[in-house]
């Protein structure tokens, strides 16, 4: 049985020789960097807020990105606290544009939103967010 996608497809972007590493593999850096903008957009989206990175945990790089991948990026809300939550991110590759997916990278990040002064603050119930936050955020 093939792994499925776990979360809500939140950012595709394609691997540019700019981002290579020395051995012409795509940089670690890159990927985690995708990862966080597309944990960040769910994060500010669950919260209605703006938000930071906290915490990085459990990241897995599990398959080498080439140039040319396209990288699309999953994310799923797994907990939220009080101010925090954590985002369940996966990224899957399709090589050669072919139909293939792998997933590449896995890990759990965690978001603090802010209020305007830059202070921690609630994230709302999930049951008072606006209806079309549904449509974007999978939590
Ligand atoms: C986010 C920040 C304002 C929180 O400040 P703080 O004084 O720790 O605030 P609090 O103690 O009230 O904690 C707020 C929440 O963050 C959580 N938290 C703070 N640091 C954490 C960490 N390292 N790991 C996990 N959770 C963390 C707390 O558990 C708490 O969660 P809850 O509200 O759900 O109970 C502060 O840590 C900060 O500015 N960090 C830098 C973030 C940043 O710049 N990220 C980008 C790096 S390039």
């Known amino acids: 049985m093939t792994e499925e996608t776990k979360g809500r497809l939140t950012t595709r972007n394609i691997a540019m020789p700019a981002d290579t590493n020395p051995a012409g593999d795509i940089f670690g850096g890159w990927v985690m960097s995708q990862m966080d903008i597309a944990a960040g957009i769910c994060a ?4 209605q807020s703006r938000v930071v990175t906290v915490k990085i945990d459990s990241m897995s790089f599990l398959k080498p990105v080439k140039v040319g991948d396209i990288l699309g990026v999953y994310t799923k809300v797994d907990k939220v606290g009080r101010s925090s939550m954590k985002i369940h991110v996966e990224a899957w590759v399709r090589r050669n544009r072919i139909n293939n997916r792998e997933k590449v990278t896995e890990g759990i990040f965690t978001f603090v939103a802010l209020d305007e002064e830059g202070k921690p603050t609630p ?14 955020v999978d939590f």
């Open 44 to 47: 500010s989206q669950r919260s």
């Open 123 to 136: 994230v709302p119930r999930a049951e008072d967010l606006p209806d079309y936050v549904a449509e974007w």
